[in-house]
Antibody, heavy 118, light 109 residues
Framework: QLQLQESGPGLVKPSETLSLTCAVS??????????WGWIRQPPGKGLEWIGT???????YYNPSLKSRVTISLDTSKNQFSLKLTSVTAADTAVYYC??????????WGQGTLVTVSS | QSALTQPRSVSGSPGQSVTISCTGT?????????VSWYQQHPGKAPKLMIY???KRPSGVPDRFSGSKSGNTASLIISGLQGEDEADYYC?????????FGTGTKVTVL
């Protein structure tokens, strides 16, 4: 059974960089079938797709976040990461890592709350 | 990259049917059969309920069904049950990225 687990700081200061990692178990991120990505949900609000990465390293980002987002793979550790620069309070959210199959999110991590505050 | 439009809330009595609409544009819902639906209970991660407009993953009750017409997709819940009370989100492929709907709260009366 595939499992995804997010990790990273729960508190980030404004203007700094948010960094999260997703450890994958029960499956390989080197699979040519799937994409690996991030989705976030501000408290009390809806879901927002952030972006995905393919095993080849190709990345696809939400146009509204593209200038601040980087998603990368670490195949040696079977994990992938998210970096979001120049964060503000509007970036406070639960961040989910996920697996996508033909744009369908079929596996989700449990989510991790990241608060942006000084 | 605007969010797809969903009704804020829908409600129904146990056993009834409810329909949640998801309206996009010709650049997303109208162009691709990659529409999926997710159920989210409070404090939990979303769960896939429908993919590719109308396909059901293994384990999802057949009370849940999906369809699409033009730029609008729909999720139908038949025979509403108490455990169906949750937030529901649609999602569509939009060429190089995905876009989620605004979300709908389903209340079982």
């Amino acid at each position: 059974q595939l499992q995804l687990q997010e990790s990273g700081p729960g508190l980030v200061k404004p203007s700094e960089t948010l960094s999260l990692t997703c450890a994958v178990s029960g499956g390989s991120i080197s699979s040519s079938r799937y994409y690996w990505g991030w989705i976030r949900q501000p408290p009390g609000k809806g879901l927002e797709w952030i972006g995905t990465i393919y095993y080849s390293g190709n990345t696809y980002y939400n146009p509204s976040l593209k200038s601040r987002v980087t998603i990368s793979l670490d195949t040696s550790k079977n994990q992938f990461s998210l970096k979001l620069t120049s964060v503000t309070a509007a970036d406070t959210a639960v961040y989910y890592c996920a697996r996508e199959d033909s744009s369908t999110v079929d596996y989700w991590g449990q989510g991790t709350l990241v608060t942006v505050s000084s | 990259q605007s969010a797809l439009t969903q009704p804020r809330s829908v409600s129904g009595s146990p056993g009834q049917s409810v329909t949640i609409s998801c309206t996009g544009t010709s650049s997303d819902v109208g162009s691709y059969n990659y529409v999926s639906w997710y159920q989210q209970h409070p404090g939990k991660a979303p769960k896939l309920m429908i993919y590719d407009v109308s396909k059901r993953p293994s384990g999802v009750p057949d009370r849940f069904s999906g369809s699409k017409s033009g730029n609008t997709a729909s999720l139908i819940i038949s025979g509403l049950q108490g455990e169906d009370e949750a937030d529901y989100y649609c999602c569509s492929f939009a060429g190089t990225y995905n876009v989620f709907g605004t979300g709908t709260k389903v209340t079982v009366l």
